[in-house]
């Protein structure tokens, strides 16, 4: 079992930044893909971001490249998302995920464990 603890959210104007954190627990993430989503209310959980087991490889949403950077440190067990630029359509819940098999899924059904989500409300 994975457990994982999102931090980080909070109120920003538009234009502003934040960093999010996922602290995980129970084992090393080192052997799963991470991915970061978001659901805004009344919508569906939609992916944001994604790396590899190493942190070599990752992806993004069109909606974000550019202003969005995920990471990891392995020794630390956490995954980070620092989000740049920020934009009020980025305003949801985060939510932090981990895959087993190590590939950059974009489907959240790929994924194995969640975190309970931390908000992010950007004003404009």
């Known amino acids: 079992q994975v457990q994982l603890v999102e931090s980080g959210g909070g109120l920003v104007q538009a234009g502003g930044s934040l960093r999010l954190s996922c602290q995980a627990s129970g084992r090393t993430i080192s052997t799963y893909a991470m991915g970061w989503f978001r659901q805004a209310p009344g919508k569906e959980r939609e992916f944001v971001a994604a790396i590899n087991r190493s942190g070599a490889s990752t992806y993004y949403a069109d909606s974000v490249k550019g202003r969005f950077t995920i990471s990891r440190d392995n020794a630390k067990n956490t995954v980070y998302l620092q989000m740049n630029s920020l934009k009020p359509e980025d305003t949801a819940v985060y939510y932090c995920?981990?895959?087993?098999?190590?590939?950059?899924?974009?489907?959240?059904?790929?994924?194995?464990?969640w975190g309970q989500g931390t908000q992010v409300t950007v004003s404009s």
């Open positions: 995920a981990a895959e087993y098999f190590g590939g950059l899924r974009i489907r959240k059904d790929d994924y194995d464990y």
